[in-house]
């Protein structure tokens, strides 16, 4: 569940005249199974979303229901340390410490009608992480003035649509990512696009894929994915509303195909694009795109050939090998073993 996701539900639980509870890991050190910004609801009938499950989430929904019962307001933060047993009978093998802040949710005065409709590019709220009775935090768009000392953790959180936490001269704060999931449009609608669709639906994208074979691009191939269309790459790509939130991965049947898609995509900001095809075809569309007089800070964004190198041979194979390599590069990160060597005796 997302930010966005999380406050659209708190706005339809308020409409019901009832109270909710929402719990945001703030913080993080060390190993813990969910990250900063993962969240959860709370009621007196059940949760929704999880802050890492096992005895720390139980800790977390004991606090939770108590301010329902007790009609607190405001926040309250609470620690899970993962350090002190790590027992499989505990269920604390992560061996971290979140920290977790937990805000209830009823009547007005709440910024909801702002937090439900971020626009495009996402909004920040930014949330003091101190215990309060009342909701202290401060909303930030593209187009809001911004206090000096914020500009650069808002802005940063703005482009990398990700939550962090810093310390500022006001204190610690939360700064949290609202916006849309991020899409990720497929273009071609062979073999490989399939698994990729599932794939990026289990990892929260909204999948859009585009082809101009009906009997390929079509919704009984691919039932998960929240567009399907079938039309010549001409028309279905300026039928698109691509930006910073779209990363594009190209899995076509051709050079043309691709070359075309490139040519379109080139010239949008979009996040990413990736390109399927062997070392041979890609200098090949590199090539043409050059003597199309393309600038090497323009083709500098493509990832060609696709994918992290895991010795992929089937279409589900690809499909993870495409997948991880985007996951590495929104994270930041080389995508390299994570394994430690062996001990010496």
Known sequence: MN????????????ATGKPVVSATVVRTKGSTPREVGAKMLVTETGS????????????????????????????????????DQLT???DRICGGVMHIQVETWSGAGNDLDTLTTP????????IPLVESQEHTATIVGQDTATPVDMEAPCRAVLEKRRCITENTPEGR??????????????CGAGHIAQPLSQLAKMLDYRVIVIDDRPEFASTE???????????????????????????????????????FCLRKLLHTDM?????????????????NLVTEGFTREQLSRIWAPIGIDIGALTPAEIAVSIMAEIVASERGRPGGHMRLPPRSP
């Open 221 to 259: 191939r691919f039932s998960t994915a929240d567009r399907v269309v079938a039309l010549p790459f001409d028309q279905a790509l300026p039928s698109l509303d691509i930006g910073p939130d779209v990363l594009a991965v190209l899995v076509t049947r051709g050079h043309r195909h691709d070359e």
């Open 48 to 83: 929704w979303g999880t802050v890492g499950g096992g005895c720390g989430e139980a800790d977390v929904l004991t606090v939770a229901l108590d301010m329902l019962s007790e009609g607190a307001r405001g926040t309250r933060l609470v620690r899970v340390d993962l350090t």
């Open 88 to 90: 499989e009978t505990a």
């Open 173 to 186: 704060i939360f700064f949290e990512f609202v916006g849309d999931r991020q899409t990720l449009l497929i």
């Open 119 to 126: 626009g495009p590019l996402g909004i920040v709220r930014m």
């Open 271 to 287: 996040g990413y694009i990736g390109m399927l095809g062997s070392k041979r075809r890609v200098r090949a569309v590199i090539n």
């Open 3 to 14: 930010a966005l996701e999380c406050y659209q539900q708190i706005k339809q639980r308020l």
